[in-house]
Structure formats: C-alpha cells, structure tokens
C-alpha cells in the first residue's frame, strides 16, 4: 500500500507575538515532520485585515528561527504549493467558493448583520444557542432577484444536513459531534473575505496536509471542516488536537500569568533549546522519562502516541531549571558566546575582538558560570564576586568573622604570602593556604573565613579555590571594569 507523505503545517495569525501556546503547537508539528522525514510547512494566515500586521510576521519568522524550526515550504522557503499567506490565496478562495455555489452545496445568505444580530438576541433570552435558522437556504429566485437588486451583499454558506460527524483524534482517540451544534455556517463574507474555517480547509487540502496538529480550541472548528472535505470530495487528513496549556492556576495560560511570548523568554535569557525542552514536556513525556533534551535528542524520541490528552500546567521554575541543566551542557566557547552580551552591557567584558588573555580569561569563567546563572542575565550577578568589592556593604556575619581573635593573623599572613605568589596558578591559593595551616596553627572555619571575607566581603559564596585564580588572573587584564586582585582586597580590608 502506498502511503501518504507527511505533510504538516503551522498555520499563525500574525496579530501579535508567538507565545508558549501557539510555539508549542509549531513544535510538535516540526517534531513529527522531522521525525517521520516529512515536510514542514509554514502558512501566514493574515486574513483580519485589522490586527495582522507584518511586524508581527516578522517577529514569528524570527522566533521560529531562534527556536531552531526550519520550514521547508512558506515564506522566504517557497515551495511548489504557494502562496503561503492567505491574503494571496484570495483568488483560490473564489474559484472554490463558486465551485460549491455552482454544485448546489451552499448558497448565498442575504439576511443583513441587523436580522442575524436580532435572531441572536432573542435565541440568548431565550436561553439556547443561536444557530442560523436557514432563512436563505430556501429562498425562490425571484427573493433572491429582489435581495440582489436592493444591492444586499450576499454571504456564502454551506448546506449542512442534520447529522453526527465522526472522527478519530490521534490524541483525543473518537470524536463525535452533531452538525445541529452550528448549522450552516458561513464560507465567505459580504465583504468577500474567506471565513478562518473554510479557508483552511482550501488551504489544507490544496497543500496536502496529511496531519493536522492544532490546539485544542480548534477542537470545535472540526467538524465543520470534515464536512467541507466532503462536500469538495476532498481526501480527509487525519487529526491531532494538543491539550490546552494552564497557568498555575489552573486557567488558560495568557498574560495573566506574565508575559509568556517567546521574546520575552529571549529577553529573560532563557536558552531556544531549554525553551524547546520545556514546550516538549508540556504534554508530551518520553517514554524512558528522560528530562533534558535538545532539539536533535528530541526528534529522535518525540512520537505523537506519547501526547497526552490531558491539560498540560505551565511552570516557570522548571524552565528554569532546564535552562540551567542546558547552560551546564555548555563548552566554555558556547557559554562565553551566549554570556558575552550581558557581560558587555554590564561593562564587564570589553565589546569587539577579545585580545587572546582576556578571551582565555574570559573562557576560564566558565565554571562560576555553570554554578551561578538560570538565565543569562544573571551572568551578571553570577560575576559580581570578581567585580564588586564593597567593605562598607559587608554584612554582621561577615563584621564577626573579622572581629574573631584569629582573623587579622591570618589575613596578614594571606597577605604576605599572596604578595610572592602567582595566585592565577592553579594550586597556587591551595598551597598557600596549607602553608598559613602549618605555620599558624589555625584551621578549619578560623582559617578560611577570614581568607573568604577579606577576598569577598561575604560570609559564604563560590568556592575560593576555582574564585583567587580569577581574581588574580583578572586583575591583570585591562577591562571595563577592573578588578581587583587577592592582595589589593586584603589591603583594603586592612585599611577599612
Ligand atoms: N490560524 C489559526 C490559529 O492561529 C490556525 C488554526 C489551525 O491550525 O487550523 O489558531
């Protein structure tokens, strides 16, 4: 048996920003097209005039390109199924639009928005759905003589016949819904404009889609569209609905629960492979319960058997997390790249070509990177032991630590020895710390707390021996800001 190529598309309205919602639906399409070595198509589906803008295509190729999903078919891709804007389908539109018309399948409604607005109300008090009564339907060509010639612009609608509509949901498993749900339902507008319902199903059938994979607010839209497959003799594709993602709250997530567009995750820092991993687990599970993937570890396992039908709950702290576990997955060459425009908007890394030793400084950050950042903006913060020195900012733990009766020994002692020694060595700090042991005779929390204060202010914070070696290496370097190095810090602690 021959069997279909995978064919799938995402299908955005360009009104605004890509968010976590819409994305996650373009990622479980390129999954599943990459997976099964099919083709994935990108379809702008600008038909309101009024809220889509180009700005925002714009934005949605961008994103989906920082996510890392390449369409093969769509705008700048091209293809041989084109256009992929809906606003130049229009013509398309029309043909099939009278196709219908001319088969009988649907006819043209002349009730104006005044009737249909008054049906509606009367339906709402009289507590049922407003479903089109089919005053048109059956309308004798003299009424529609005299409509047309009151110049009424026509609507077009399809004949639909009382009855259930069927089918099976790759996710939701069988759906059914009865057509008396929404009657005859409107194709294209007086105005000429395709409705979003059947201009998808043009759309779809002209491009071959052999999965739909959609969120579940199109759950609805279904059967009106199966029935227009049938009514065109159209093959059916087959469906996936994609369970709604929830706030913490347990409502549809939107910017109630902050800004969740893809661009403020940039913005924030958050990695496009963390993001990835994160939309994937949301309503999606791998079957050996693997957590951390990236894009190419996620092809290789995503299957639409395993989505889950249930509501998926969006939560921030375990985006978070993955972006930590994708930032420690990093080379020090990768997470100097992604670091480096924080760091040079905080002054801390100087703009353009890195001179060879502060580029290799640069890399040796990489640790106090991993153990320090979320998200790239606190590369920042994560820096500040080797940027800020403050005495007077030091806290009472930190004032007690150096007001122990030791302290002042050892940190003299530090000082003396640090001024001989090349602390930017590995070991070197370690050695010089053992020698202060033996020749004091101080240890343990007597021996290191003062050292940690007098080299950072703080009672607590990165390990000394991965910190001393860039501080002293750092102190070197001319840098925007520049650092100060062990001895010049016990100097001031001296001196404060
Ligand atoms: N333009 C629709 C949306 O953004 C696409 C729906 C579909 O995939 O059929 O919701």
């Known amino acids: 048996m021959e069997s279909t190529p995978v064919r799938v598309r995402f299908a955005p309205s360009p009104t605004g920003h890509l968010h976590l919602g819409n994305v996650r639906t373009a990622l479980f399409n390129w999954l599943f097209a990459r997976r ?54 229009y013509g ?89 749900a929404f009657g005859d339902w409107i ?23 052999s999965h739909v994979i959609r969120g579940e607010d199109h759950l609805s839209n279904t059967p009106k569209q199966i029935l227009l497959y049938e009514a065109f003799g159209f093959p059916l594709p087959q469906f996936a609905h994609l369970s709604m993602i929830l706030g913490p709250d347990g409502s549809k997530l939107s910017k109630r629960h902050g800004d969740v567009s893809v661009d403020a995750f940039r913005e924030k820092g958050f990695l496009p492979q963390a993001l990835d991993n994160g939309l994937a687990l949301l309503g999606w599970s ?31 702290a375990k985006f978070r997390h993955l972006n930590r576990e994708h930032l420690k997955k990093m080379s020090e060459e990768e997470l100097l790249a992604v ?37 790239l ?36 002692a530090f000082l003396a020895k640090a001024k001989q020694a090349d602390l930017a060595r590995p070991g070197a700090y370690r050695a010089l710390v053992l020698e202060i042991k033996d020749e004091l005779k101080v240890k343990g929390k007597a021996l290191f707390h003062p050292i940690r204060v007098a080299l950072t202010c703080a ?16 102190a070197r370097l001319s840098l925007p800001t520049p650092i100060l190095g062990p001895v010049e810090r016990c100097e001031r602690i001296f001196s404060t």
């Open 187 to 209: 194709l294209v507008r007086p105005d000429g404009s395709p409705t979003y319902n059947f201009a998808v199903v043009v759309d779809d059938s002209l491009m071959k889609i």
């Open 339 to 375: 670091t480096r425009p924080y760091l040079e908007r905080a002054s801390r890394l100087p703009e353009g070509e890195l001179n060879p030793e502060v580029k290799a400084w640069a890399l040796s950050l990489a640790p106090l990177l991993r153990e320090r950042m979320e998200v």
């Open 459 to 474: 009672a607590s914070g990165p390990e000394l021996e991965m910190l001393v070696p860039m501080l002293a290496a750092g």
């Open 36 to 89: 099964e070595g099919g083709t994935f198509i990108l379809r702008i589906e600008d038909t309101d005039a009024e809220r889509s803008t180009q700005a925002s295509v714009d934005s949605v190729l961008e994103d989906l390109r920082w996510l890392g999903f390449d369409w093969d078919e769509g705008p700048e891709a091209g293809g041989s199924y084109g256009p992929y804007r809906q606003t130049e389908r």
């Open 92 to 180: 398309l539109y029309s043909r099939y639009a009278k196709q219908l018309l001319d088969e009988g399948k649907a006819y043209r409604c002349y009730c104006t928005q005044e009737e249909l607005d008054a049906q509606r109300q009367a339906a709402r008090d009289a507590g049922r759905p407003f479903i089109y009564p089919g005053t048109c339907r059956f309308l004798t060509e003299k009424e529609r003589q005299e409509r047309e010639e009151k110049g009424i612009k026509p609507a077009l609608r399809l004949k639909v016949q009382p009855k259930t509509v069927a089918f099976r949901d790759i996710v939701r498993g069988p759906v059914s819904i009865h057509t008396n």
């Open 377 to 412: 903006s606190d590369a920042v913060s994560a820096t500040d032991p080797l940027f800020v020195f403050d005495p007077a900012s030091m806290d009472d733990e930190a004032r007690a630590i150096l007001a122990e009766p030791d302290a002042s020994r050892v940190i003299k």
């Open 286 to 316: 791998d079957p050996d319960g693997i957590e951390v993937f990236d894009l190419s570890a996620l092809m290789g396992r995503f299957g639409l058997d395993r989505v889950n039908k249930a509501a998926a709950v969006f939560d921030a």
